[in-house]
């Protein structure tokens, strides 16, 4: 297959990836977060512990403004930062009990959106799906 036709499938994969994440994530931050802030906490979530440099590449966002956030987030008890034992200079950042908390709820309702939107697929089909998923996670998205 042509390096450009699979660049534009790719293109289109990713532009429904985000459609799909933001439908199904929509409503799901607490009241007390801004969007940026339900998004670090999602990538959090997901990563910890992080770096403030990670955070910051990865939400497309200054060192001032993602220290900034990451200030209103432990702030409001969400985030802790610990120390690498290995090398006492690195911090990493993760999920304080309540940030987890918070998150757990959130994903709840996002799994059960993904549940609805794959209902109609069948076990072989949802075997397929998960392949396919590692397939891109091993070759396009490592």
Do not use: W
């Not at 199904?24 to 990563?47: G, H």
């Not at 709820?105 to 392949?131: C, D, G, K, P, Y």
């Amino acid at each position: 297959m042509d390096n450009s036709v699979l660049f534009q499938k790719i293109v289109a994969f990713t532009t429904a990836v985000h459609q799909i994440t933001n439908e199904i994530t929509k409503d799901v931050k607490s009241a007390e977060l801004t969007s940026v802030q339900y998004k670090i906490m999602e990538y959090i979530a997901v990563s910890q512990p992080v770096t403030l440099s990670e955070i910051s590449d990865c939400m497309h966002m200054s060192m001032p403004n993602t220290s900034r956030e990451m200030r209103k987030l432990s702030e409001k008890g969400l985030c802790d930062k610990v120390t690498d034992p290995l090398d006492r200079r690195k911090q990493g950042i993760t999920l304080s009990p309540s940030g987890q908390a918070m998150m757990n709820e959130a994903f709840l309702t996002v799994a059960a959106r993904f549940a609805e939107r794959i209902s109609q697929a069948n076990e072989a089909e949802r075997r397929e799906i998960a392949q396919a998923l590692d397939l891109l996670q091993r070759k396009v998205f490592y």
